[in-house]
């Protein structure tokens, strides 16, 4: 399993910068293969921010490039979220997500699952 921790979050004027990290953990830490952020705000579906593979690709979406940088520690199994320039529309709860794939038997089947952190809010005011 894995275990993902997010902290960072808080309420910052327009303009304005905040850092969010999230701890991963768990027996099934080091089949991480890939990390993203995701943030959904009221009555909004979820939608995905930035990710990163372990290779140290990234993708970003396109409201917030530019803005926001997304990496990872891969000793310690940690991402990051660097966003600057908030804008009151970026307010949302912030999701850490992990996708992991990994062997399930002696004859190399794969397995893959996706695991979520419990959300940390981020309030931008104008």
């Known amino acids: 399993q894995v275990q993902l921790v997010e902290s960072g979050g808080g309420l910052v004027q327009a303009g304005g910068s905040l850092r969010l990290s999230c701890k991963a953990s768990g027996r099934r830490s080091t089949s991480i293969n890939a990390m993203n952020w995701y943030r959904q705000a009221p009555g909004k579906q979820r939608e995905l921010v930035a990710g990163?593979?372990?290779?140290?690709?990234?993708n970003y979406a396109d409201s917030v490039k530019g803005r926001f940088t997304i990496s990872r520690e891969n000793y310690d199994n940690t991402l990051y979220l660097q966003m600057n320039a908030l804008k009151p529309e970026d307010t949302a709860v912030y999701f850490c997500?992990?996708?992991?794939?990994?062997?399930?038997?002696?004859?190399?089947?794969?397995?893959?699952?996706?695991?979520w952190g419990q959300g940390t809010q981020v309030t931008v005011s104008s």
């Open positions: 990163i593979m372990t290779g140290g690709s990234t």
């Open positions: 997500h992990a996708h992991t794939k990994f062997v399930v038997n002696v004859e190399g089947a794969t397995a893959e699952r996706d695991y």
